[in-house]
């Protein structure tokens, strides 16, 4: 890992199947229902990631925002690890997923 990206690691226990869990953060269909309004996941390592936040009164934004990276590992129902860069909003920048 690179000393220019902080890491961020998240551990939740849910009481439902691993498959189940993974597709909901890793389809970018399933993504939409809970996280970006626009998602772009390519299930590869390499592949491309693009969250797209829209300009809303119910999530209080003043302007559209977008999160854009690159899929660093993915093992199905196992493992998921992005790149986080978002130009509009740069403290959120640099950081794993």
Same mark, same amino acid.
């Given at each position: 890992?690179?000393?220019?990206?902080?890491?961020?690691?998240?551990?939740?226990?849910?009481?439902?199947?691993?498959?189940?869990?993974?597709?909901?953060?890793?389809?970018?269909?399933?993504?939409?229902?809970?996280?970006?309004? =626009?998602?772009?996941? @390519?299930?590869?390592?390499?592949?491309?990631?693009?969250? #797209?936040?829209?300009? $809303? %009164?119910?999530?209080?934004?003043?302007?559209?925002?977008?999160?854009?990276?690159?899929?660093?590992?993915? =093992?199905?129902?196992? @493992?998921?690890?992005?790149?986080?860069?978002?130009?509009? #909003?740069?403290?959120? $920048? %640099?950081?794993?997923?």
């Amino acid at each position: 890992m690179s000393d220019n990206y902080s890491v961020i690691n998240r551990e939740i226990i849910i009481d439902a199947p691993i498959d189940k869990v993974f597709l909901a953060v890793s389809d970018q269909d399933q993504l939409t229902n809970w996280f970006p309004d =626009i998602a772009v996941l @390519e299930k590869r390592e390499g592949g491309r990631v693009s969250f #797209k936040f829209l300009k $809303s %009164k119910k999530n209080n934004l003043d302007k559209d925002h977008e999160m854009t990276g690159t899929v660093i590992k993915f =093992i199905p129902n196992k @493992e998921l690890s992005y790149t986080w860069n978002f130009p509009t #909003k740069p403290e959120f $920048s %640099k950081a794993y997923a």
